[in-house]
């Protein structure tokens, strides 16, 4: 009986020591990709050509434009009209709103929260939203006093940005 026993504890050890562990066994597509990165690792660089990296790891570089910079800047200055000064007051404000990215589209300019100072004419028959390319710029008056401007509002296609002063 005991030699029973102890020929099948032998088998059973046997046999287990034949079997792949479980991980190993079947290999997937991800798997196989870093033992092709290894291949290349162990190589002299001077004998990797680029026809040897595989067309799925080639990395294409793209230029992202960053979406925390506004697509416009604006220049506020003070300007004086001899014809309105003749009136009352000849001060007045000049905004101008300039395109810095490739193309945007302007929904909205808000000053001051739409409070007070609001941009009342727009130069070149612009209602004040419409679409920029880089370099093209607007401009209107603001019949306010320089301090009394806080911040200004610009609604674009791609967010709205708060330029304060």
Same mark, same amino acid.
């Given at each position: 009986?005991?030699k029973i026993?102890?020929s099948?504890?032998?088998a059973a050890l046997?046999?287990?020591?034949?079997?792949e562990p479980?991980?190993t066994?079947?290999a997937?597509?991800k798997?196989?990709? %870093?033992?092709?990165?290894?291949d290349?690792?162990?190589?002299?660089?001077? $004998?990797?050509t680029?026809?040897?990296?595989? $067309?799925?790891?080639?990395? #294409?570089?793209?230029f992202v434009?960053?979406? &925390? $910079? %506004?697509?416009?800047e604006?220049h506020?200055?003070?300007?004086?009209?001899? #014809?309105?000064?003749?009136?009352?007051?000849g001060?007045y404000?000049?905004l101008?709103?300039?395109?810095?990215s490739?193309?945007?589209?302007?929904?909205?300019v808000i000053?001051?929260?739409?409070?007070?100072?609001?941009?009342?004419f727009?130069?070149? &028959?612009? %209602?004040?939203?419409?679409?920029l390319?880089?370099?093209q710029?607007?401009?209107a008056?603001?019949?306010?006093?320089f #301090?009394?401007?806080?911040e200004?509002?610009v $609604?674009?296609?791609t967010?709205a940005y708060?330029f304060?002063?």
């Open positions: 009986m005991k026993i102890v099948l504890c032998i046997l046999s287990a020591c034949h079997q479980q991980s066994a079947k997937s597509s798997d196989e990709q %870093p033992a092709a990165v290894q290349f690792a162990n190589l002299d660089i001077s $004998e990797v680029t026809e040897d990296i595989p $067309e799925e790891e080639t990395i #294409h570089d793209e434009q960053n979406t &925390n $910079e %506004p697509p416009v604006l506020l200055s003070e300007q004086f009209n001899e #014809h309105a000064a003749k009136m009352g007051n001060n404000l000049q101008d709103v300039s395109a810095i490739d193309e945007t589209t302007i929904y909205k000053v001051n929260r739409g409070n007070t100072c609001a941009p009342r727009w130069y070149r &028959n612009w %209602p004040g939203h419409g679409q390319k880089f370099g710029s607007v401009r008056n603001i019949y306010c006093d #301090h009394a401007i806080k200004i509002n $609604e674009t296609d967010g708060t304060n002063f």
